[in-house]
């Protein structure tokens, strides 16, 4: 094994884009390689650790040059920052291994063998001193001490959508757990790991768990076959169950709001259902009907032209590129009402259809809430939270891959597996052309902390996007 601080790099040119109408500048990073898109930026925003097959490099996220090169012993499954900053998890699931680099100490370093019983999951805890591996066949979960390197086992976690999550603040743990053919939840206590609360769920297959943001209400939801909700104070006692119908296929997405005010419910039926935090009632439902009409919601959509076209078309909004710099332009028209959204038909014979709302995401603030509907595939629709309507509609040429807010500001991003990245506010829209060389394709991608930059993933390669903030959206 090796470890070794690598000679430092020449700081990256970045190519400079002036979208005029927007009098806007975005700066584009050179290209760089990486492997299953393990690229994070650390917690404090100050560096970006990359994973380049079985070496892990880490970065500074303003300069982009090279501050540490690690050798890990195979290629990464999964990678994952503390939350401190100081200490980087790389798991080998194949190998059933984990290694921890640290930030300040080069020359140390950590290594976990599960052995024969194998590892399906690793992640922080969020002090950033414990680990906990997840073995395989979800035998056990093991936590690991950095510090004291004591080891602690928990029995029958659930292998479930999303078994493990911890409160907000750290303090608690909540975990999926299935034993005598029941579902139920312990609660932890991240300080000791000791059990706080364990009970018993009403449900029939749980299927994921998420606390609330203020750490006060943990949801808990059954599978796609029982539609039910059920949402538990910290100490264990049912305040309300939500079913919004039966024998049908039921949820599929759940999140909550920042502010914990409203919990969000994605179901197979194509809508969203929004509870609040009062009565844990449903207030409002959000349709995605495939003809949008009668309706104050703008609908953005994107069209593909070569320059020196005539534009005596339909008006454009928010031109993004001068036409001498790139063959193909991207913009938006603003489309008339009634639109017909693309309409894709599931496969009924496929395990998991093509249908229903399969990604919620609420703005940092709670005002707008995004979603996709998995069988209008080139659409995502951004709800107005206060008016509690549908505030716009983009439609894409292909297929949404991601789409994120901005952690700061009610703007989103979202990429479509091609060359370009689209940015959404309440003020307009944006397709901007990623101009790097062998048409890089964005096919995922994340926010800085600060809100100032995007991390561009591509199959083998990333770009930073780093944008110009004096111009922000009120």
């Known amino acids: ?144 001490s950095l510090c004291t390197k004591a080891v602690s086992y928990i029995k029958y976690p659930k292998a479930c959508q999303k078994g493990i999550d911890f409160s907000r603040d750290g303090r608690y743990m909540a975990l999926a757990e299935r034993r005598d053919c029941k579902d139920y939840v312990c609660v932890f206590v991240c300080d000791d790991w000791h059990l706080l609360r364990h009970f018993e769920t009403e449900t029939q297959d749980l299927a994921g768990l998420e606390w609330s943001p203020n750490g006060c209400v943990l949801a808990v939801w059954d599978s796609c076959l029982e539609y039910k909700v059920l949402l538990y104070s910290l100490d264990g006692r049912l305040l309300s169950t939500y079913s919004a119908y039966e024998w049908s296929l039921g949820v599929k997405s759940v999140s909550w709001s920042p502010s914990s005010q409203f919990l969000a419910i994605g179901s197979y039926d194509e809508k969203v259902r929004i509870l609040n935090h009062i009565t844990w009632k449903k207030i409002t439902q959000f349709e995605h009907p495939a003809i949008i009409d009668n309706t104050k919601a703008t609908v953005y959509k994107e069209a593909e032209k070569r320059p020196g076209v005539g534009s005596d078309e339909m008006p454009l909004h928010n031109i993004t590129m001068g036409a001498t710099l790139f063959n193909t332009q991207s913009k938006y028209e603003i489309c008339p009402l009634p639109v017909q959204i693309p309409v894709v038909k599931p496969d009924p014979d496929r395990a998991s259809p093509k249908i229903g709302i399969s990604v919620l995401a609420f703005s940092s603030d709670s005002r707008y809430l995004a979603t996709k509907n998995d069988n209008m595939a080139t659409a995502v629709w951004v709800w107005d939270m206060q008016k509690m309507s549908l505030e716009a509609v983009l439609e894409q040429t292909s297929a949404v891959r991601c789409f994120q807010w901005d952690p700061l500001r009610p703007r989103l991003a979202l990429c479509a597996g091609n060359t370009k990245l689209y940015l959404w506010s309440p003020g307009g829209c944006v397709s901007v052309q990623v101009p790097t060389e062998g048409g890089f394709q964005v096919q995922s991608l994340n926010w800085h902390c600060s809100g100032d930059s995007l991390i561009l993933l591509g199959k083998e390669q990333l770009c930073l996007c780093y944008m110009d903030t004096d111009q922000e959206d009120k």
């Open 1 to 144: 094994m090796t470890n070794h601080t690598a000679p430092v790099s020449p700081v990256s040119h970045h190519r400079h884009i002036t979208r005029n109408s927007c009098d806007c500048k975005m700066n584009f990073s050179e290209v760089f390689k990486q492997t299953n898109q393990l690229c994070k930026v650390s917690p404090d925003g100050k560096y970006l650790a990359t994973c380049v097959q079985y070496r892990l490099v880490v970065r500074d996220v303003s300069t982009l040059q090279i501050l540490q090169l690690y050798t890990c012993l195979d290629q990464v499954s999964h990678m994952e920052w503390s939350s401190d900053s100081l200490f980087i998890l790389c798991a080998m699931y194949n190998r059933g291994l984990v290694q921890v680099w640290s930030l300040e100490q080069p020359d140390w370093h950590c290594k976990i063998d599960e052995g024969s019983i194998g590892l399906v999951s690793s992640r922080w805890s969020p002090d950033g001193r414990h680990i906990l591996n997840t073995t395989e066949f979800h035998l056990r979960v093991t936590v690991w």
